[in-house]
């Protein structure tokens, strides 16, 4: 596999995860730059062990393979044009767009021979994956309605079109029903690891009702804090006229119309296992106690 040299637009969080993929793969990855707004940031981003410029000729000058597009929700649309314009491939962080008339105008581009590929993931994740290849064997039938509490927005919508088979072909027209509520709850977690000092903060909590013009639904429900908490679960469930995708169990009638039932089991690669090793022995060091950080077994019951 040749070694692909890349470039990152945009010097925040999702920026420096692409700066360790190349660390870490030395063998399949070069990141020649992290191009930064200003010299302060650049100085920061050096002091990790990554390249940084402020000047984006210094990445037109190192021609690479492609370049990742990562600055605010805001600001992505019209800084993937500008790099599409400038003749690179381009991996776009999410959202590609914030309305309809920029993800059309993106889509244009691409029917026009732009390279453009989005950094939508969620599907892909081992456990979401595991269950969805579970649903197009057949298991649960035709997926007819789903409420999913995993993840926001445009992950969300990405994930509900894969479930309920509309993830190709023409867009459906669909009603929505919404609601936005504010909650407190305390925070026990965060980008930056765990936090135990009990503080209490407001998180919006967003449910929406979707029906589609070809009779599918999915109910969206989803709080602010929920990627970063111990005390938040994420849930999903599926349903089909055979069967039904309950977290990490398929349930499911079979050809002599027997109750059965499949666990699910995420193919992890090693470098996800590895991190999960790491991750844990972090939390041993800070004194952590296991019981609030590793997911409890449970048992489902066969359906009757």
Same mark, same amino acid.
């Given at each position: ?11 925040? =969080? ?16 070069? @990141? ?31 021609? #690479? ?17 500008? =790099? ?10 999410t959202p590609a767009g914030c309305s309809f008339e920029e993800l059309c105008a993106l889509w244009e581009l691409s029917q026009r021979g732009a390279r453009l590929a989005v950094a939508e ?13 579970? *649903? ?27 479930? @309920? ?18 909650? /407190?709850?305390?925070?026990?977690? %965060?980008?930056?690891? /765990? *936090? ?73 690669? #090693? ?8 991750? =844990?022995? %972090? ?9 609030? =950080?590793?997911? /409890?077994?449970?048992?489902? #019951?066969?359906?009757?």
């Amino acid at each position: 596999m040749k070694k692909l040299t890349f470039s990152v637009i945009g010097s925040g =969080w999702r920026a420096e995860f692409y700066a360790r993929i190349a660390a870490a793969h030395p063998d399949r990855f070069r @990141l020649s730059h992290i191009l930064c707004r200003g010299e302060e940031k650049a100085a920061a981003i050096r002091q990790k062990g990554f390249p940084a410029t402020t000047d984006e000729v210094d990445i037109i000058s190192a021609k #690479p393979d492609f370049v990742v597009v990562a600055v605010s929700k805001g600001a992505n649309f019209a800084v993937t044009c500008h =790099w599409l314009a400038l003749g690179f491939s381009v991996l776009a962080e999410t959202p590609a767009g914030c309305s309809f008339e920029e993800l059309c105008a993106l889509w244009e581009l691409s029917q026009r021979g732009a390279r453009l590929a989005v950094a939508e993931q969620y599907f892909r994740y081992p456990l979401i994956a595991a269950g969805l290849r579970q *649903v197009r064997a057949g298991w649960i039938g035709e997926a007819h309605s789903v409420t999913l509490s995993l993840c926001h927005d445009y992950h969300a919508a990405s994930v509900i079109r894969q479930m @309920l088979g509309m993830d190709s072909g023409p867009l459906r027209d669909f009603t929505v029903t919404a609601s936005v509520r504010d909650y /407190p709850v305390e925070r026990t977690d %965060s980008r930056f690891g /765990p *936090v135990t000092d009990g503080e209490i903060v407001q998180s919006g909590r967003v449910t929406a009702d979707f029906v589609f013009d070809n009779g599918k639904r999915a109910f969206y429900d989803f709080d602010g804090i929920q990627y970063h908490t111990r005390i938040r679960a994420r849930h999903i469930d599926l349903r089909g006229q055979r069967g039904q995708w309950y977290d990490t169990t398929i349930l499911y009638s079979d050809e002599t119309h027997t109750p059965r039932r499949i666990r699910l089991t995420p193919r992890l690669s #090693p470098a996800l296992r590895r991190w999960r090793r790491r991750s =844990w022995r %972090s939390l041993r060091r800070r004194g952590i106690p296991s019981s609030t =950080w590793r997911t /409890p077994r449970t048992s489902t #019951p066969s359906p009757r």
